[in-house]
C-alpha cells in the first residue's frame, strides 16, 4: 500500500501536469488512471485493417489545441524541443494548432515518464479515516487497498469525481451538473482519396461538426491508396443518439460525409467510439482550483479553468498547474 502525500486521480493533461509540478517541491506524489495509457481525451488509437493488414493510428480525442497563453506556448516550445509537440496548421480565427507528435498521447506519456503513475487502476472508493484518505481500487472483483494519502486531486471529468466524493459533499450537486457534453467519434479508413482539398473542416449546419485528415498532420503515417479521416458529431446529435444503434450511427455518418464531397465513399476500416465527456461549457465551478482544501480534495480539469477565456488542452493544462502553484500541504 502507498503513503502518500498527495495521489492524483487521472492521467490526462491536468492531473499529469498538477502531480509534475507537485513533485518539483518535493512532495510525495503518485497518480492513478483507470485506462492502459495515458492523455484521457487528449489520447490516440491504433487498429489493424480488418483488409490490408496495416496498422492504422489516429487521434481518438482531441484533434488538435491552441495556446493562448504565455505559459502554455512556453511548455508547448520546451516540447517541440523535445520531439513531442508540432505546429500543425494555422489560421487567422484560432492562431497557431498544434498537435502532440507522433500522436495525441505523446506528450501526457512523456509526462506520465516521470512520475509514479498506476494505469489500469480504477479508484472505486475513498474514505477518510483516522484525520487521512484511505483510497480504495478494484483488483480481481474485490476492492482492495491502495493507498493512503493526505490529499486527493480529482483530476477526471466532473461526473467521475462526484461519484467517488463521500455522500453528503457540498460539491456534488455542482459536479453532477452536465458540464461536458457527449461526443460520437468515428474514424473512416477510405480507399483512394476524397474529393476534399482542405484538411480540416468544421460545419455548423451537419451531423458532423469536425472532419480532420489524420495524415495532414505532423509525422503521421502515410498511405499512397489510403486516406484517414476523422469526423467528430455533433454535440446535439450525439445527445439525440446516446444509445442508437452504431451500425445505424455509422451509415448516417458516411452518408453525411458523402453527401459534401459528392461522391460515394468506400470505406475500408471504421471505428466509432462514444466520449461521455468531450468538451467543456462554462459552469459554475469555472475559474476554481480546488474542492475542499481543508479536508485535503482539490479538483483540476478543463472545466475548472476560466472556460470563457481558454479552452480544451490548454485549460487542462492551466488548471493543473495553477492547482499546484495554490497547493498548501
Ligand atoms: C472528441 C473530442 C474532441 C476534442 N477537441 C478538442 C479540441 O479541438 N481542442 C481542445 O483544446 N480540446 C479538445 N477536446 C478536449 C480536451 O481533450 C480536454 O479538454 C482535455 O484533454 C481534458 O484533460 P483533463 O486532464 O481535464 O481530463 P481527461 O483527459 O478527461 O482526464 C481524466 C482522466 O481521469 C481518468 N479517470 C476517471 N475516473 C477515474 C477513476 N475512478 N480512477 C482512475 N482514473 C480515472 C480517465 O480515464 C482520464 O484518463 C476534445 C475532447 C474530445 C473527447
Known amino acids: 500500500m502507498l503513503e502518500l502525500d498527495v495521489l492524483v486521480i487521472g492521467a490526462g493533461m491536468s492531473g499529469l501536469i498538477a502531480a509534475t509540478e507537485l513533485q518539483k517541491t518535493g512532495l510525495n506524489v503518485a497518480v492513478v488512471e483507470k485506462a492502459r495509457g495515458s492523455g484521457g481525451r487528449l489520447s490516440s488509437k491504433r487498429i489493424e485493417s480488418s483488409k490490408t493488414k496495416a496498422m492504422i493510428s489516429f487521434d481518438l480525442g482531441c484533434a488538435s489545441f491552441d495556446a493562448k497563453t504565455e505559459l502554455f ?59 487521512l484518505w484511505s483510497v480504495f481500487i478494484e483488483e480481481s472483483g474485490l476492492q482492495v487497498k491502495f493507498a493512503q494519502t493526505k490529499h486527493i486531486i480529482f483530476a477526471t471529468p466532473p461526473q467521475q469525481a462526484a461519484d467517488l466524493l463521500p455522500e453528503g459533499h457540498p460539491f456534488i450537486s455542482a459536479l453532477s451538473q452536465p458540464i461536458l457534453l457527449p461526443q460520437w467519434v468515428l474514424m473512416l479508413n477510405v480507399k483512394g482519396r476524397l474529393e476534399l482539398s482542405d484538411e480540416y473542416y468544421e460545419f455548423s449546419d451537419s451531423i458532423i461538426s469536425s472532419l480532420i485528415l489524420e495524415p495532414s498532420k505532423p509525422e503521421r503515417v502515410q498511405s499512397n491508396d489510403h ?40 470505406v475500408e476500416d471504421a471505428y466509432l467510439h462514444r466520449w461521455l465527456y468531450s468538451v467543456a461549457k462554462p459552469n459554475e465551478l469555472t475559474g476554481s482550483v480546488f474542492l475542499d482544501d481543508t479536508n485535503g480534495i482539490w479538483g483540476c480539469g478543463d472545466y475548472l479553468a476560466d472556460t470563457t477565456k481558454l479552452s480544451g488542452v490548454e485549460a487542462a493544462f492551466i488548471s493543473g498547474y495553477q492547482l499546484a502553484k495554490s497547493f498548501q500541504l
Do not use: C, M
Open 227 to 266: 486516406q484517414t479521416w476523422v469526423l467528430q458529431a455533433d454535440t446535439k446529435w450525439t445527445s439525440d443518439n446516446l444509445d442508437t444503434d452504431k451500425t445505424k450511427l455509422e451509415h448516417e455518418l458516411v452518408a453525411e460525409l458523402a453527401s459534401k464531397t459528392g461522391t460515394p465513399i468506400i
Open 73 to 131: 506556448r512556453s511548455h508547448l516550445e520546451t516540447w517541440s524541443s523535445e520531439g513531442i509537440a508540432k505546429v500543425w496548421r494555422f489560421s487567422e480565427a484560432t492562431g497557431s494548432q498544434y498537435v502532440a507528435t507522433p500522436r495525441s498521447s505523446s506528450i501526457t506519456r512523456y509526462l506520465a515518464g516521470q512520475l509514479d503513475v498506476h494505469f489500469a487502476t480504477r479508484v472505486t472508493e475513498i474514505r477518510k479515516d483516522n484525520g
